[in-house]
């Protein structure tokens, strides 16, 4: 930025979470030749981002142009730790009936069976002969043969899913930014207390791909993990992290 540069009233900014400062600046552009130059370079460190302009009158008095930057200031480089954002988000998903850890047991139960080979499990209308089951729905009684079967036209189950976030940034991006995507965990890396201290059974976590984006000259860096459906993450098919 030239020290020529006339700054108009009204800039704004803030530094948001993760200490990414921004700043929203309105220069004046005498002519349309300098829409491009005015405001140009580092601003208290911080890198342009974006800029738009708007005549004022027909063009003849000038130009409004408006320049945004976003990064560190030029005295602060904090340490990524001191920039991180952790959350845990919870959902339901619908999972194959099929997959559920209890099969064998839902399919003695309730009647299931093929229509043909390779298709979906269906179940029979009314409860099988010999069949004694809670009644599931009501919570009353015992379900006998030929009572209307609650898993009739029942093809998926719902799954509670779970996902850690951790968001921060940084001036460069790590090189090891990609090594752990797939693989497992009992207990997040670095995570706060307070998310790994959570009971969530027999089950664990993998590293999903990070999501990377530019801030000025900063990035910001989002890392994820999903926990597994009921049971862990089958460790023949996914890699355990080295590090637990």
Known sequence: MSTNDIILEGASG???????????????????????????????????????????????GGYIVTVQYKGYTSDETPDPGETEQWSLDFDFA??????????????????????????PLRFSETMPKGAKSSSGLSGKGKLKAGDHNPMHGVSTYAVMTARVTRVWSSRNIPANAVNDIGKVYQNIPDAPNGINKI???????????????QNGDVWRIQNEWMLSAVGVWVEEVYEKASKQ
């Open 199 to 213: 009971d969530f059974g027999d089950r664990n976590w993998m590293a999903m791909p990070p999501k990377i984006a």
């Open 14 to 60: 803030g530094r948001d979470d993760n200490r990414v400062c921004s700043f929203t600046v309105p220069y004046l552009a005498k002519n349309i030749g300098e829409l491009l130059t005015v405001g140009r370079g580092p601003y208290h460190g911080l890198m342009e981002t974006s800029r738009s302009w708007q005549a004022i009158d027909d063009g003849s």
């Open 94 to 119: 619908e999972e194959p009936i099929e997959s559920h850890p209890k099969i064998a047991d839902i399919k003695a139960k309730y009647g299931a069976y093929y229509e043909e080979s390779g298709g």
